[in-house]
């Protein structure tokens, strides 16, 4: 799987990863600028990570302390982003061998877009893949120099078992990692849910995205007739007859499952983002994200 080509990349390195609210000590206040040291005002220190230019070290530090810190200017903003990919066995739907709407391949490449926005901003840049094996983590790092390093790490990725999403949440918000700008890409098809996760998050600092995806036959069912349904991820099978009245019926409990979930994100401050993988993710970063007022 190829993510992204040279032109693509270049249109994400125009944009900036945008933080509207974060909690006190996290970070200095609202993100100002894109434009890294502009200011000659210092502001305080922060520890040396891969990545970053030796040329912000102080050396006078260095020699005192025989440990780098990086300076940062007045108008600096110094932002960690974190993009947790769910990569359960119901992500990697539709498994027809078209890549095109595939939920996960849409997951990686929109973490792989986000990410390189990260890198090339200079934000401090984490990717996380959460599935039943074990979640498995790439980063932090800073600096656009890590981009191909970031989408060698996505492409080896694959969907399978059931990822309990309130634990994975809870967990990623307990490992004391530098909270900063969250998202969460997945489908929400967690037997156990994902409400206590994001609080969880929350409590800890981050300002949370949630990026839900569907893809369109999840949305609009292609078939009718009887039918044997058997869940991706657990193997336990339903048999039903999909007429016009049962469809009716679907597309009522999902509408009233993603209201339910907009109503949660907006009354806690959540980004909420629905989509189906139809939807070119090009238009979604360039101009979704956009209107949401997460990139500029």
């Known amino acids: 799987m190829t993510i992204f080509d040279e032109t693509t990349l270049r249109k994400l390195e125009q944009l900036t990863l945008v933080a509207e609210r974060v909690r006190v000590g996290v970070m200095k206040g609202d993100r100002r600028s894109s434009k890294r040291g502009s200011s000659i005002e210092f502001a305080d220190y922060r520890n040396y990570t891969k990545g970053d230019d030796l040329r912000r070290l102080d050396w006078n530090v260095y020699a005192r302390l025989e440990r780098p810190f990086i300076k940062l200017l007045e108008e600096e903003e110094d932002l960690a982003v974190h993009l947790l990919v769910d990569a359960s ?8 061998g078209e890549q095109s709407e595939n939920k ?22 984490a990717v996380t893949l959460l599935s039943s094996s074990g979640d498995h983590t790439w980063g932090p790092f800073r600096g656009q120099q890590n981009s191909l390093r970031l989408l060698q790490f ?4 694959s969907g399978s078992g059931i990822t309990d999403l309130n634990q994975s949440l809870k967990n990623y918000a307990l490992r004391g990692r530098r909270p900063g700008l969250l998202f969460v ?17 929350q409590a800890r600092g981050y300002e949370v995205g949630l990026i839900h995806l569907l ?8 078939v009718s007739g009887d039918l044997k349904l058997v869940d991706i991820e657990t193997g336990a099978d ?7 009245t049962t469809l009716d019926l679907y597309r009522e409990r999902l509408q009233e499952w993603q209201t339910e979930i907009a109503t949660y994100c907006a009354n806690r401050h959540i980004h909420y983002i629905p989509l189906t993988t139809d939807l070119p993710w090009e238009k979604l970063v360039l101009q979704t994200l956009r209107v949401k007022g997460i990139v500029k």
């Open 89 to 96: 066995a119901s992500m990697n739907w539709p498994d027809d």
């Open 104 to 125: 996960l391949v849409y997951a990686l490449r929109l973490a792989g877009a986000l990410g390189h926005i990260g890198l090339t901003a200079g934000d401090l840049t």
């Open 154 to 157: 996505l492409e080896t990725a």
């Open 185 to 201: 890409l997945s489908d929400l098809l967690s037997p156990n849910g994902y409400q206590n996760g994001l609080h969880a998050l």
């Open 215 to 222: 893809s369109p036959d999840e949305v609009e069912p292609p």
């Open 238 to 244: 339903a048999e039903i007859t999909l007429d016009p």
